[in-house]
């Protein structure tokens, strides 16, 4: 299995429209990647550090499984220039993504 993680730094005064995102974006990637492959989807909220009074890292990370590194990689030949493309729509912000192979 793999997850692909999405991550939104926690920059002061960066431009993060959540309704947008999460009403609009996050439900046009599960239309366009659920046919190669995306098997989940989940979106936290960063809401603080580990120690007490610390801001979190992330404001906003997306968690989006697949079954495979192939249907990942299909979903984004086909459909990535129209997710990358939607960002502008709701931050100023540049994501940090990564790729994992799910082992637990």
């Known amino acids: 299995m793999i997850r692909v993680i999405v991550s939104y730094p926690n920059k002061p005064g960066a431009r993060f429209d959540e309704d947008y995102y999460l ?21 936290d909220r960063g809401i603080g550090g580990l120690m007490p009074g610390t801001p979190a890292e992330y404001m906003m990370q997306a968690h989006i499984l ?4 192939e249907g990942l990689q299909a979903g984004m030949a086909a459909e990535g220039a129209s997710i990358l493309a939607d960002i502008p729509n709701y931050t100023d912000l540049q994501p940090q993504i990564q790729v994992n192979q799910v082992v637990l």
Do not use: D, E, Q, Y
Request: charged share 10%; glycine share 8%; with cysteine.
């Open 66 to 69: 697949f079954s495979s590194v």
């Open 23 to 43: 009403n609009k974006h996050c439900p046009m990637v599960s239309r366009k990647l659920t046919p190669h492959g995306m098997t989940g989807f989940a979106v």
